[in-house]
């Protein structure tokens, strides 16, 4: 499936994520923002409580949650709901808005070059 948004100059190609090792989900340190009702929904589907799930897959930053990272390798990360031997997202379906968004950031609009190192299913327009 090809996914277009309005103000990008990229499209991306869905069918292309299978030749992809996860660059999305792997790579330098950083935030995997989720907020309060992506938590309740993530227990859920998890089948575990929110306090066990803060407790073993988040981290707070300031008022906010991010979920936590795996290093893999000096300044190499991956998600901690990234399954490095199947290479795709364990919880793909209450992944968060951040991951559901990508690869329509704002970032990106100033920084195409970056997305297109990235992730093999960009496509110029």
Same mark, same amino acid.
């Not at 299978?18 to 995997?32: P, Q, V």
């Not at 998890?46 to 799930?53: C, R, V, Y």
């Not at 407790?55 to 991010?66: A, F």
């Given at each position: 499936m090809i996914l277009k948004e309005s103000g990008y100059n990229y499209c991306f190609d869905s069918s292309e994520c299978? =030749?992809?090792?996860? =660059?999305?989900?792997?790579? @330098?340190?950083?935030?995997?923002w989720i907020n309060m009702q +992506?938590? @309740? $929904?993530?227990?859920? *589907?998890? =089948?575990? &409580?929110?306090? +066990?799930? $803060?407790? #073993?897959?988040? $981290?707070?930053?300031?008022?906010? *949650?991010?979920? =936590? !990272?795996?290093?893999i390798e000096e300044n190499n990360y991956a998600c901690t709901f990234f399954d490095l031997e199947k290479r795709q997202c364990s919880i793909? !379906?209450?992944r %968060? &808005?951040?991951c $559901? &968004?990508?690869p329509f950031w704002d970032y990106f609009k100033n920084n !195409? +070059? +970056?997305?297109? #190192? !990235?992730? %093999?299913a960009i496509k110029p327009l």
């Open positions: 299978g =030749n992809c090792k996860g =660059n999305c989900c792997i790579g @330098e340190s950083g935030y995997i +992506e938590i @309740e $929904r993530l227990s859920k *589907y998890l =089948n575990i &409580t929110l306090d +066990e799930l $803060r407790v #073993k897959y988040l $981290r707070k930053i300031g008022y906010k *949650y991010s979920l =936590n !990272e795996i290093k793909y !379906e209450a %968060p &808005t951040q $559901r &968004t990508f !195409e +070059e +970056e997305v297109y #190192k !990235e992730c %093999p």
